[in-house]
T-cell receptor, first 113, second 115 residues
Framework: SQTIHQWPATLVQPVGSPLSLECTVE??????LYWYRQAAGRGLQLLFY??????ISSEVPQNLSASRPQDRQFILSSKKLLLSDSGFYLC????????????FGPGTRLTVT | AQSVTQLGSHVSVSEGALVLLRCNYS??????LFWYVQYPNQGLQLLLK??????LVKGINGFEAEFKKSETSFHLTKPSAHMSDAAEYFC?????????????FGTGTKLQVIP
C-alpha cells in the first residue's frame, strides 16, 4: 500500500532563516506531487505541483520554492522566511490518469517568529 | 473554471442527529467530486468520491453524498452524528482527463457535535 511521510512534524523558525520541508511517498511510481499551505481560516492554497522529476509548477508567486530530486521526494524550501509563511504545510500525491483524488501526508506545522 | 462553495463555515449538531454539510460546485465539464475530513493537526483523509458512476456515493465512517447535477450540489450526510465526527470537512472538485488535473478545495466546514 502507499504511504506518504512529511518531515518535520513541527518547526519553529525565526524570520529570515532558511526552510526545508521534506515529503516522501512509498509504494507508487511517478506520482503527481503537491504542496499546499493551510493558513487559519483560509482553506487550502496550492503552492506547487510536480508531474515528474525536476518538473515544478508554481501556483502562487512567493518566497518559497520546490524541488523534486527523486521520483518520490518533494522538497519545499525558502532562503529567508517571512512571518506570513507561518501555517500548516501539507504534501499530497495522486496518480495521473486515475480519478484524481489526492492523498495527503500528516502535515508540518510551521511557526515563524 | 471550476469552483466549490461550502455553505456554513461552522455547523453544530447534537449527538445522534442528522449531519448535513452543503457543497455546491461549478464546472464546465462533468466533474469528479470529493469530500475530505481533517482532524486537528492532521492531514486530510478522503471520505468519499464521485466519479460519474452512481449518484449516491457511500464513504467511510457512515457518511454518504448525493450528486445532483440539476442543483450542482454534492451534499454530505450522515444519519446519526457521533462525537468522533467532530472535525473539519472539505469538499473538492476536479475536472478533465489525463495528466495533471487541478483539484479545487472549498474553504471547509467545521462540524461540532454536542453531547
Amino acid at each position: 500500500s502507499q504511504t506518504i511521510h512529511q518531515w518535520p512534524a513541527t518547526l519553529v523558525q525565526p524570520v529570515g532563516s532558511p526552510l526545508s520541508l521534506e515529503c516522501t511517498v512509498e509504494g507508487t511510481s511517478n506520482p503527481n506531487l503537491y504542496w499546499y499551505r493551510q493558513a487559519a481560516g483560509r482553506g487550502l492554497q496550492l503552492l506547487f505541483y510536480s508531474v515528474g522529476i525536476g518538473q515544478i509548477s508554481s501556483e502562487v508567486p512567493q518566497n518559497l520554492s520546490a524541488s523534486r530530486p527523486q521520483d518520490r521526494q518533494f522538497i519545499l524550501s525558502s532562503k529567508k522566511l517571512l512571518l506570513s509563511d507561518s501555517g500548516f504545510y501539507l504534501c499530497a500525491w495522486n496518480t495521473a490518469g486515475a480519478t484524481y483524488e489526492q492523498y495527503f501526508g500528516p502535515g508540518t506545522r510551521l511557526t515563524v517568529t | 473554471a471550476q469552483s466549490v462553495t461550502q455553505l456554513g463555515s461552522h455547523v453544530s449538531v447534537s449527538e445522534g442527529a442528522l449531519v448535513l454539510l452543503r457543497c455546491n460546485y461549478s464546472s464546465s465539464v462533468p466533474p469528479y467530486l470529493f469530500w475530505y475530513v481533517q482532524y486537528p493537526n492532521q492531514g486530510l483523509q478522503l471520505l468519499l468520491k464521485y466519479t460519474s458512476a452512481a449518484t449516491l456515493v457511500k464513504g467511510i465512517n457512515g457518511f454518504e453524498a448525493e450528486f445532483k447535477k440539476s442543483e450542482t450540489s454534492f451534499h454530505l450526510t450522515k444519519p446519526s452524528a457521533h462525537m468522533s465526527d467532530a472535525a473539519e470537512y472539505f469538499c473538492a472538485v476536479s475536472e478533465g482527463s489525463g495528466g495533471y488535473q487541478k483539484v479545487t478545495f472549498g474553504t471547509g466546514t467545521k462540524l461540532q457535535v454536542i453531547p
